[in-house]
């Protein structure tokens, strides 16, 4: 028996069983978020491929993924300045999705957590007119 296509609907199935992953919109189209950090989502730009997601992951992470697997992740110039890489839904394995989505569960998580720790405090100035 063939196995079904990887769609958002997959995406939101696995993304929502993640701790504290909430499914909002951004741009208008679905999107997976924690703690209001976007975690995954439909790419709003029109650079993308049809059936594609947006997936935040370190750049490094993101050089890796493209080298390994260049026939499911990809990049347009739109998204090269952001942390995240393009998946092509269809070309994509449930258990590979999965994963990808640990690993930016872990990215965004991490990233939340070194902006909450006590350092530096930006010091307010008055304006003077």
């Known amino acids: 028996m063939p196995k079904a ?3 958002f609907d997959t995406v ?7 701790p504290g992953v ?4 951004s741009w208008g189209v679905p999107t997976l978020k924690v703690r209001g950090q976007m975690l995954a989502c439909v790419p709003a730009n029109k650079s993308a491929e049809p059936n594609s ?3 935040r992951v370190d750049i490094e992470e993101r050089a890796h993924l493209l ?3 260049p ?3 990809y990049l347009t110039d739109h ?3 952001y942390n995240g890489v393009l998946v092509r839904l269809p070309c994509i394995k449930e258990d590979m999705l999965r ?9 965004v998580t991490t990233k939340l957590a070194r902006s909450s720790r006590p350092g530096k405090k930006k010091v307010k100035t008055k304006r003077s007119d």
Do not use: C, N, P
Not at 22 to 25: A, D, H, P, Q, V
């Open 5 to 7: 296509k990887v769609t």
């Open 71 to 73: 026939g499911i992740y």
């Open 99 to 107: 994963d990808l989505l640990g690993m930016a569960h872990k990215f």
């Open 12 to 18: 939101r199935r696995i993304g929502l069983a993640l």
């Open 79 to 81: 998204y090269a300045g």
């Open 53 to 55: 997601l947006v997936v």
């Open 67 to 69: 080298s390994e697997a």
């Open 22 to 25: 909430e499914e909002t919109t």
